[in-house]
């Protein structure tokens, strides 16, 4: 476990440098150090709450996980109150004065829905193969939050916690047979909105004809796939990239890789992918060994989060998937998102902390005031 948790606090130290050194280098036109310093505050609020969550037992988490969900469905829906929430470009998501935004609901969102879920999972597994209690119930929390997300709207952040929430019930006990379903209608509706929604149907069409509409809608796409291309394998160096001199637009937030690619090359840009693979492993590892059904849950959960986002980012980018609109975990500019993450790395780590550690073969007991069993799912794991 201590090798695990080594790995997981390096390779997020090492993505949190190396974000504040892309930001800073490609925000020079864009009032140089701004967006460094915010994001700085961001990382300290992150780094604050990282550690308290880390030194807390991730267990306490269950006391408060439906005030959790409802502030989330409160602070969703008051985004689209006036003088409190913020609009920009056609798009209701951030609270604050005045033109100053101070944080993005949605992003707490995707933390509190998991862990809502987790502990909804380990307080009725033993029903959750049944229709009801597997499908039904579990289906009204998600829906609700996601028809909130979806009404913003941001339908990327909305996919993404819908496939962490499935990952979740599936974990959980859901039956395949129940979750099916779910899964091909939530795929129907997003095809028949997509369809009927000129913005992202023209994102689509773009996708699929980069060359056709590169001086469109497929211009920051293009121009992202010419920033890596230009990289070439060491990259031209920090601060020497080309392409965020106004010629991929919003290169300080969802393509802030492409920028990582031109100035560090193929070198950098599989460094960062071998990062987040190594976070991925590790927060399965110490989801596997946590001490108990919820650990596993939220562990698991967290874990999803990061890696699908990185990968969805990482794919938008490099034209593998459609635009979505999702920043890089702890390398883009925002401060919402990367105080969330942190605080997700910090209950990682209190997971850890109360949970076994298998090569010292040792395994701390879990007291708690209403799991008495062991992990069910330990014995799936053959050591």
Same mark, same amino acid.
């Given at each position: 476990?201590?090798?695990?948790?080594?790995?997981?606090?390096?390779?997020?130290?090492?993505?949190?440098?190396?974000?504040?050194?892309?930001?800073?280098?490609?925000?020079?036109?864009?009032?140089?150090?701004?967006?460094?310093?915010?994001? *700085?505050?961001? $990382?300290?609020?992150?780094?604050? *709450?990282?550690?308290?969550?880390?030194?807390?037992?991730?267990?306490?988490?269950?006391?408060?996980?439906?005030?959790?969900?409802?502030?989330?469905?409160?602070?969703?829906?008051?985004?689209?109150?006036?003088?409190?929430?913020?609009?920009?470009?056609?798009?209701?998501?951030?609270?604050?004065?005045?033109?100053?935004?101070?944080?993005?609901?949605?992003?707490?969102?995707?933390?509190?829905?998991?862990?809502?879920?987790?502990?909804?999972?380990?307080?009725?597994?033993?029903?959750?193969?049944?229709?009801?209690?597997?499908?039904?119930?579990?289906?009204?929390?998600?829906?609700?939050?996601?028809?909130?997300?979806?009404?913003?709207?941001?339908?990327?952040?909305?996919?993404?916690?819908?496939?962490?929430?499935?990952?979740?019930?599936?974990?959980?006990?859901?039956?395949?047979? $129940?979750?099916?379903?779910?899964?091909?209608?939530?795929?129907?509706?997003?095809?028949?909105?997509?369809?009927?929604?000129?913005?992202?149907?023209?994102?689509?069409?773009?996708?699929?004809?980069?060359?056709?509409?590169?001086?469109?809608?497929?211009?920051?796409?293009?121009?992202?796939?010419?920033?890596?291309?230009?990289?070439?394998?060491?990259?031209?160096?920090?601060?020497?990239?080309?392409?965020?001199?106004?010629?991929?637009?919003?290169?300080?937030?969802?393509?802030?890789?492409?920028?990582?690619?031109?100035?560090?090359?193929?070198?950098?840009?599989?460094?960062?992918?071998?990062?987040?693979?190594?976070?991925?492993?590790?927060?399965?590892?110490?989801?596997?060994?946590? $001490?108990?059904?919820?650990?596993?849950?939220?562990?698991?959960?967290?874990?999803?989060?990061?890696?699908?986002?990185?990968?969805?980012?990482?794919?938008?980018?490099?034209?593998?998937?459609?635009?979505?609109?999702?920043?890089?975990?702890?390398?883009?500019?925002?401060?919402?998102?990367?105080?969330?993450?942190?605080?997700?790395?910090?209950?990682?780590?209190?997971?850890?902390?109360?949970?076994?550690?298998?090569?010292?073969?040792?395994?701390?007991?879990?007291?708690?005031?209403?799991?008495?069993?062991?992990?069910?799912?330990?014995?799936?794991?053959?050591?």
């Amino acid at each position: 476990m201590r090798v695990a948790v080594t790995i997981l606090i390096s390779c997020v130290a090492a993505l949190l440098a190396l974000g504040m050194v892309i930001l800073y280098s490609s925000s020079m036109d864009q009032g140089g150090t701004h967006f460094l310093l915010k994001q *700085l505050v961001g $990382c300290a609020v992150g780094i604050a *709450l990282c550690l308290t969550a880390a030194t807390l037992d991730y267990r306490g988490l269950k006391r408060f996980a439906w005030p959790l969900f409802v502030l989330a469905v409160i602070m969703l829906a008051m985004v689209f109150l006036p003088h409190i929430g913020i609009r920009r470009n056609g798009a209701s998501r951030w609270l604050g004065y005045g033109k100053t935004s101070l944080f993005q609901p949605s992003e707490f969102a995707k933390l509190a829905l998991i862990i809502v879920l987790a502990y909804y999972c380990e307080r009725f597994r033993r029903r959750m193969p049944t229709f009801k209690w597997g499908m039904v119930i579990p289906s009204l929390l998600i829906a609700l939050m996601l028809g909130l997300i979806f009404q913003e709207p941001d339908v990327g952040n909305m996919l993404l916690l819908a496939a962490v929430s499935a990952v979740v019930l599936m974990i959980g006990g859901i039956r395949l047979r $129940c979750l099916l379903p779910l899964v091909i209608a939530g795929s129907l509706a997003v095809g028949w909105f997509i369809y009927h929604n000129p913005m992202r149907s023209e994102r689509v069409y773009s996708w699929l004809h980069l060359e056709e509409t590169k001086q469109g809608k497929g211009m920051q796409a293009y121009q992202a796939m010419v920033a890596l291309g230009s990289g070439g394998v060491i990259g031209k160096g920090l601060g020497d990239g080309r392409q965020k001199l106004g010629w991929v637009p919003e290169h300080h937030t969802d393509f802030i890789f492409s920028i990582v690619g031109e100035e560090l090359g193929l070198v950098g840009t599989l460094a960062v992918v071998a990062t987040f693979v190594a976070i991925v492993i590790c927060g399965r590892y110490i989801a596997w060994n946590a $001490c108990d059904p919820f650990g596993l849950l939220l562990g698991s959960g967290i874990t999803f989060l990061i890696g699908l986002q990185a990968v969805i980012n990482i794919g938008v980018v490099t034209s593998a998937l459609p635009n979505k609109g999702l920043p890089l975990p702890f390398i883009s500019y925002g401060g919402s998102n990367l105080a969330i993450m942190l605080l997700s790395v910090g209950i990682l780590l209190s997971i850890a902390r109360k949970g076994r550690s298998p090569e010292a073969g040792v395994e701390v007991p879990c007291h708690s005031d209403d799991v008495h069993e062991p992990n069910p799912f330990r014995a799936r794991n053959p050591k």
